[in-house]
T-cell receptor, first 111, second 111 residues
Framework: DGGITQSPKYLFRKEGQNVTLSCEQNLNHDAMYWYRQDPGQGLRLIYYSQIVNDFQKGDIAEGYSVSREKKESFPLTVTSAQKNPTAFYLC??????????FGPGTRLTVL | GQQVMQIPQYQHVQEGEDFTTYCNSSTTLSNIQWYKQRPGGHPVFLIQLVKSGEVKKQKRLTFQFGEAKKNSSLHITATQTTDVGTYFCAGYGGATNKLIFGTGTLLAVQP
């Protein structure tokens, strides 16, 4: 099956801890994205990568970091510097300037 | 920076009534995409419009791209309970070639 997967589905973190969210795709897409969605809100772009070993900050990159060592993988680290990390995190991939395919998302809760 | 606004933010209809959401961009878009996100789910691509004034239909859904390529609309005829969810428009535009998502319209359908 072709698709995009995210893990875990639910994640709980204590304040002050870093946590890494996984995103994997087997669609052979060059571009991958991370979005944050808060309750009742739209999607805000955190980071995006258009090619392996390259990525750019989105609109709300502060407190987050990413890597793109492989085409299939684009993990997101939520660092302790992120002041309000509780949210729904969505990963997506796409061909150039085309529709985005979203993963099922990870719900992160900071305790 | 570039902004994409949608109205209304929320709409509650009786099953069988029509529904329309409007999308307005602060800048000209190269294309417009529409996504649907069911409650608790992730956004799923519906359609892409590219040409000025383009109109596309998918069963009860009609999508339109404005002549100036700065606005779009989604109209649902005779809503059903399966139409419940948040509808997002998204457009490519500006120098960064990022996909900018609208603020979304949450549709509730009462049986």
């Amino acid at each position: 099956d072709g698709g995009i997967t995210q893990s875990p589905k639910y994640l709980f973190r204590k304040e002050g801890q870093n946590v890494t969210l996984s995103c994997e795709q087997n669609l052979n897409h060059d571009a991958m994205y991370w979005y944050r969605q808060d309750p009742g809100q739209g999607l805000r772009l955190i980071y995006y990568s258009q090619i392996v070993n390259d990525f750019q900050k989105g609109d709300i990159a502060e407190g987050y970091s990413v890597s793109r060592e492989k085409k299939e993988s684009f993990p997101l680290t939520v660092t302790s510097a992120q002041k309000n990390p509780t949210a729904f995190y969505l990963c997506a991939s796409s061909p150039p300037s085309d529709e985005q395919f979203f993963g099922p998302g990870t719900r992160l809760t900071v305790l | 920076g570039q902004q994409v606004m949608q109205i209304p933010q929320y709409q509650h209809v009786q099953e069988g009534e029509d529904f329309t959401t409007y999308c307005n961009s602060s800048t000209t878009l190269s294309n417009i995409q529409w996504y649907k996100q069911r409650p608790g789910g992730h956004p799923v691509f519906l359609i892409q419009l590219v040409k000025s004034g383009e109109v596309k239909k998918q069963k009860r859904l009609t999508f339109q791209f404005g002549e100036a390529k700065k606005n779009s609309s989604l109209h649902i005829t005779a809503t059903q309970t399966t139409d419940v969810g948040t509808y997002f428009c998204a457009g490519y535009g500006g120098a960064t070639n990022k996909l900018i998502f609208g603020t979304g319209t949450l549709l509730a359908v009462q049986p």
